[in-house]
């Protein structure tokens, strides 16, 4: 590709997304909202919430009530949208997008319908900078949700600012000098942080190359730029509609770690009680080996990066898309610990990071074999239907369905109410 990505990202921005990306952008408005609304009741982030409402002033909702800056607001939304961790991912990506887009979007959008499209338009270009950098970025320790994050926030503030091209070329190159995120960050208040940074940090880089701040031509590609001193590895990439990125966005249906979410699926129609079953095997990527295979796990909090104590759950028939679940007192439940120890799982590479195979072998001798790729296709009417279901299983039905019809609508100002949790 062109070593200049900024120019290319800039020309991008102006281009309108196809109804298919916007349609797809709605769902994830719709999860990214029901996430967030659910993260603001983690009362661990109080504090957090009230320092920053105290920083500032201004109309920007804040999810859960009160308002403030926009910086102020993109910064706490991010965070507290990605408190549990539940909101979609993008595999090639190998980041969450949404949670560091629409923050910023919503903090500075006039209608929904424009919120939408820089929405949109932010999504597809974190997922294609993410991809840009590519692996050896995300291996080496940076958090590409926070990273490339910060370019889609950026790229979609800027739109929204109606910056032109000279000043979203600067705004870019501000966010160079911004973007940040790691890994080390996994598995503490920090790691959520990086999301609600990222949101910040694109509307701030916007704002000041409007004010007339500039900044570096390429702040990206160029010499001594972000991906020459971030371990990107400049892998092609295509900025444009003809195969939107954003189509492949998956979706989080059970509130664990992703990695289970292959298995989970494929068991999603079993139901049997733990007599029943003599031995329950799960192949999956290497990868995951590390990452959420727990054997015996104590709290809630491990259960959910556990294939027996998931699958377990899952095929007594409780409920693995509600947070509720995954308490401490589940992993003591006798009937789960009894098939948690006849689930058996093993590495297999020839399967992909989005794929499991499972075989349950029943007592009477029947074996019944499931599989599933999270990657294969799924219409949008299946997608927001297992949306909904989720939202519900989230905040219940009274909020739940009225915050479905507002973001298939074009109101901002009912949606913004929304976001105060209240139906």
Known sequence: MATDITGQLVDFARLTPPSEAREMMRLSLFDWVACAIAGAREVEFANFVAVQKASSTGTAQIVGGGSTSAPAAALINGTLSHALDYDDTHFAHIGHPSVAVVPAVLALADSLPDAIDAATTGVEASILVGVWLGRDHYQVGYHQTATAGAFGATLAAGRLLKLDAKQLRHALGLCASMASGVKAQFGTMAKPLNAGLAARSGIEAALWAQAGMTAAHDGLAGPLGFSATHHGGDHDVTLGWKAPQILSISHKFHACCHGLHATLEALSGVRLSADQVARIDIRTHPRWMSVCNIAEPQ??????????????????????????????????????????????????????????????SLANGEVQRLRCDLLSPMSLETRAQKLRSKAAALLGADLAAPLWKVTQGDSLPDLLDLLKGRS
């Open 299 to 360: 709290t809630g909090l491990a259960a959910k990066f556990s294939y027996a104590q998931t699958a377990s759950m899952s095929v007594l028939g409780h409920d693995t898309r509600a947070i509720k679940s995954f308490s401490d007192a589940i992993t003591r439940d006798a009937d789960i610990i009894t098939l948690r120890n006849r689930v058996h799982v093993e590495a297999d590479e020839r399967l992909s990071e989005t794929q499991s195979e499972v075989a349950i």
